[in-house]
């Protein structure tokens, strides 16, 4: 049986070193997009064998922010699996017992060589101008000088034989076939002296006892593949499909996307590396997912903005580009905006709620929901919300400062004039509704002498107190007329309280 008509089984194995980067969330959103086109299983393991980076708290944001962008995984921490345990420092046994064998078998040795034996080499290499690396001075001590070394209790690692000479030639789903020259490559460390193993031994060995079809990771392993590769070859056992998937690279194309150095936009802002930013921005996971599919893979058609349901039916590999591909953030507040309005009202409103709540404002759930129809079309993220619309939730209402009042080419004459006159047409209106709001202001606005623009614009800051909000008569309406006209007063009064003091 080969892998390509195995049972489709895929994995993402992130580090708990801290957040997760949004290329990792590409990563393990290309594997669950893959495994869920072909009906198979994606695995969740999580691979801390290096403990001087390890962040107790990062399986937890690991775990968060997959879930907040709809990647479940079959397998894995708390789902639980045949396969298991998925974390990797509860598995010791397995990579001891394997790094063993490659030994037993002539495939691995035992190096004794000190931090400081290692450091002399590589500045002899250095100053000979050679390439760094390991001399594979233990490479052939004889099992009789292994074993007086342990005897006298000197510690060792493992490190794996790779071919002297020759060529290891890897294939790849996105990038077809490479050959290595076996001359370059170096004897990695596959077993460290504390027992833990490297990445190197630990992902090739889950890989095999998980039954993995398909290793899809960042194109940053590719220099490591012929190691691996070898290793492979060494236990004889089935590989799995390989694709590196590309790099996404800083906005400006130059660079790849790194917390370390953050890139910023064309306006020097800078743009987030890192998964729960974005959660934290007010993101749809729906346009995340949509944004980072579409960050190396083509959906066709031309078309950019698309459902999961949609990019499961169509993923596959033939569509992954090896280029590596600039991170287009403008297109992700497009997409996101996109998907805000292909949202339901009451979805909209749900997820608008804890958002609003997060800004200290008290909500009312019934008020929200005649809200979120005005704001749909008009907010990028979920966060915008609260510039925008915020004031419909504030338990006391500031009224606006009289420099706030007047609009363009308006005094402060023609701005007490205003909100006079529309406080007592509005006060005449049996029916406050939207139209009649409309037609009655539209008519002030011409007896005025002043465009729609100016009158309408000085009601707008009277009753919400800000120059930007939702569409005028709309808020007027779920304000409700009391309110309104108490909030138009308000400002005049404040306007006549300025007046009175410059007197």
Same mark, same amino acid.
């Given at each position: 049986?080969?892998?390509?008509?195995?049972?489709?089984?895929?994995?993402?194995?992130?580090?708990?070193?801290?957040?997760?980067?949004?290329?990792?969330?590409?990563?393990?959103?290309?594997?669950?997009?893959?495994?869920?086109?072909?009906?198979?299983?994606?695995?969740?393991?999580?691979?801390?064998?290096?403990?001087?980076?390890?962040?107790?708290?990062?399986?937890?944001?690991?775990?968060?922010?997959?879930?907040?962008?709809?990647?479940?995984?079959?397998?894995?921490?708390?789902?639980?699996? %045949?396969?298991?345990?998925?974390?990797?420092?509860?598995?010791?046994?397995?990579?001891?017992?394997?790094?063993?064998?490659?030994?037993?078998?002539?495939?691995?040795?035992?190096?004794?060589?000190?931090?400081?034996? /290692?450091?002399?080499?590589?500045?002899?290499?250095?100053?000979?101008?050679?390439?760094?690396?390991?001399?594979?001075?233990?490479?052939?001590?004889?099992?009789?000088?292994?074993?007086?070394?342990?005897?006298?209790?000197?510690?060792?690692?493992?490190?794996?034989?790779?071919?002297?000479?020759?060529?290891?030639?890897?294939?790849?789903?996105?990038?077809?076939?490479?050959?290595?020259?076996?001359?370059?490559?170096?004897?990695?460390? #596959?077993?460290?002296?504390?027992?833990?193993?490297?990445?190197?031994?630990?992902?090739?060995?889950?890989?095999?006892?998980?039954?993995?079809?398909?290793? $899809?990771?960042?194109?940053?392993?590719?220099?490591?593949?012929?190691?691996?590769?070898?290793?492979?070859?060494? +236990?004889?056992?089935?590989?799995?499909? +390989?694709?590196?998937?590309?790099?996404?690279?800083?906005?400006?194309?130059?660079?790849?996307?790194?917390?370390?150095?953050?890139?910023?936009?064309?306006?020097?802002?800078?743009?987030?590396?890192?998964?729960?930013?974005? $959660?934290?921005?007010?993101?749809?996971?729906?346009?995340?997912?949509?944004?980072?599919?579409? #960050? *190396?893979?083509? +959906? @066709?058609?031309?078309?950019?903005?698309?459902?999961?349901?949609?990019?499961?039916?169509?993923?596959?590999?033939?569509?992954?580009?090896? %280029?590596?591909?600039?991170?287009?953030?403008?297109?992700?507040?497009?997409?996101?905006?996109?998907?805000? !309005?292909?949202?339901?009202?009451?979805?909209?409103?749900?997820?608008?709620?804890?958002? /609003?709540?997060?800004?200290?404002?008290?909500?009312?759930? &019934?008020?929200?929901?005649?809200?979120?129809?005005?704001?749909?079309?008009? #907010?990028?993220?979920?966060?915008?919300?609260?510039?925008?619309?915020?004031?419909?939730?504030?338990?006391?209402?500031?009224?606006?400062?009289?420099?706030? /009042?007047?609009?363009?080419?308006?005094?402060?004459?023609?701005? !007490?004039? =205003?909100?006079?006159?529309?406080?007592?047409?509005?006060?005449? /209106?049996?029916?406050?509704?939207? &139209?009649?709001?409309?037609?009655?202001?539209?008519?002030?606005? @011409?007896?005025?002498?002043?465009?729609? *623009?100016?009158?309408? @614009?000085?009601?707008? =800051? %009277?009753?919400?107190?800000?120059?930007?909000?939702?569409?005028? +008569?709309?808020?007027?309406?779920?304000?409700?007329?009391?309110?309104?006209?108490?909030?138009?007063?308000?400002?005049?009064?404040?306007?006549?309280?300025?007046?009175?003091?410059?007197?």
């Amino acid at each position: 049986m080969t892998a390509t008509n195995r049972a489709v089984r895929t994995r993402f194995a992130p580090s708990p070193t801290g957040s997760l980067h949004i290329g990792g969330l590409r990563t393990a959103l290309f594997n669950w997009l893959y495994a869920r086109h072909y009906n198979g299983q994606f695995i969740l393991r999580i691979e801390d064998t290096d403990q001087k980076r390890f962040d107790p708290t990062a399986l937890e944001t690991l775990v968060e922010a997959l879930r907040w962008a709809g990647l479940q995984w079959d397998e894995g921490p708390e789902a639980g699996g %045949a396969y298991g345990p998925y974390v990797q420092s509860e598995r010791l046994e397995h990579y001891q017992q394997r790094a063993q064998w490659l030994v037993d078998n002539g495939k691995a040795y035992k190096c004794f060589c000190t931090p400081e034996r /290692l450091r002399k080499v590589n500045e002899e290499k250095e100053a000979r101008k050679e390439p760094s690396g390991y001399d594979r001075h233990c490479r052939t001590l004889t099992s009789e000088q292994v074993a007086e070394k342990e005897a006298n209790g000197e510690t060792y690692v493992i490190r794996f034989k790779m071919p002297l000479d020759g060529e290891t030639v890897v294939r790849d789903a996105i990038r077809g076939e490479t050959a290595f020259d076996n001359t370059t490559q170096q004897d990695a460390v #596959i077993l460290k002296s504390d027992g833990f193993p490297t990445y190197h031994l630990a992902h090739v060995v889950d890989d095999y006892l998980m039954e993995i079809s398909h290793v $899809m990771r960042a194109v940053e392993w590719f220099p490591s593949f012929p190691l691996h590769w070898q290793i492979w070859e060494a +236990f004889g056992w089935e590989k799995p499909v +390989f694709a590196h998937l590309p790099v996404m690279l800083n906005p400006n194309g130059k660079g790849k996307m790194s917390k370390r150095n953050p890139p910023k936009d064309k306006f020097g802002n800078i743009i987030p590396v890192m998964v729960h930013d974005y $959660m934290r921005g007010g993101y749809l996971p729906e346009a995340m997912g949509n944004f980072l599919a579409n #960050i *190396g893979w083509n +959906f @066709g058609e031309d078309r950019e903005f698309f459902s999961m349901a949609e990019a499961i039916e169509r993923f596959d590999l033939d569509r992954v580009n090896p %280029a590596n591909s600039a991170f287009p953030t403008e297109k992700l507040e497009w997409l996101n905006g996109e998907h805000i !309005r292909h949202l339901a009202t009451e979805e909209l409103a749900r997820r608008l709620k804890p958002v /609003l709540e997060a800004a200290g404002l008290e909500v009312n759930v &019934e008020v929200l929901l005649k809200v979120t129809p005005q704001v749909q079309s008009r #907010i990028k993220t979920l966060n915008d919300v609260v510039p925008l619309a915020g004031f419909f939730f504030k338990e006391t209402f500031t009224p606006p400062t009289p420099e706030q /009042l007047p609009q363009k080419k308006m005094d402060v004459a023609q701005t !007490r004039l =205003v909100l006079e006159k529309a406080h007592e047409r509005l006060s005449e /209106l049996n029916d406050f509704s939207l &139209e009649n709001q409309h037609s009655t202001m539209e008519s002030l606005a @011409g007896e005025l002498g002043l465009s729609n *623009g100016q009158l309408f @614009g000085v009601l707008r =800051v %009277a009753v919400t107190g800000q120059q930007i909000s939702t569409p005028l +008569f709309e808020t007027m309406d779920i304000l409700g007329q009391a309110v309104s006209l108490e909030r138009i007063k308000l400002a005049l009064e404040s306007l006549t309280n300025e007046a009175q003091k410059a007197l």
